[in-house]
């Protein structure tokens, strides 16, 4: 069982920058695949970004490409998901999700393909 706990979220205005962290409860942090999920009132759950376990390959939604930045951390067990530019339609709560088994890029993208998760943040922005 892996325990996942999401810090850093707040209110920030339009254009500003947030960074969040989940940090893990397991000593074999380095064989998950990490992912960022999102899910806004009245809107479904939505994938943000992935990093791959092992080549550290990142993926990203459309709708965040070049303003937020997914790392990770080994040593720390933290997988951070660094937010710049942000927009009012960036408001949501934001889970961290790690998975054991994904072999497949496209899989990623996929909340069920998830085996643990956090509690999320909330962010809010403001415009």
């Known amino acids: 069982q892996v325990q996942l706990v999401e810090s850093g979220g707040g209110l920030v205005q339009a254009g500003g920058s947030l960074r969040l962290s989940c940090a893990a409860s397991t000593y074999t942090f380095s064989t998950y695949a990490l992912g960022w999920f999102r899910h806004a009132p009245g809107k479904e759950r939505e994938f943000v970004a992935a990093i791959a376990r092992h080549s550290g390959a990142t993926y990203y939604a459309d709708s965040v490409k070049g303003r937020f930045t997914i790392s990770r951390d080994n040593a720390r067990n933290t997988v951070y998901l660094q937010m710049n530019s942000l927009k009012p339609e960036d408001t949501a709560d934001y889970y961290c999700?790690?998975?054991?088994?994904?072999?497949?890029?496209?899989?990623?993208?996929?909340?069920?393909?998830?085996?643990?998760w956090g509690q999320g943040t909330q962010v809010t922005v403001s415009s």
């Open positions: 999700a790690a998975a054991t088994g994904i072999t497949n890029s496209d899989s990623y993208y996929y909340s069920h393909r998830y085996d643990y």
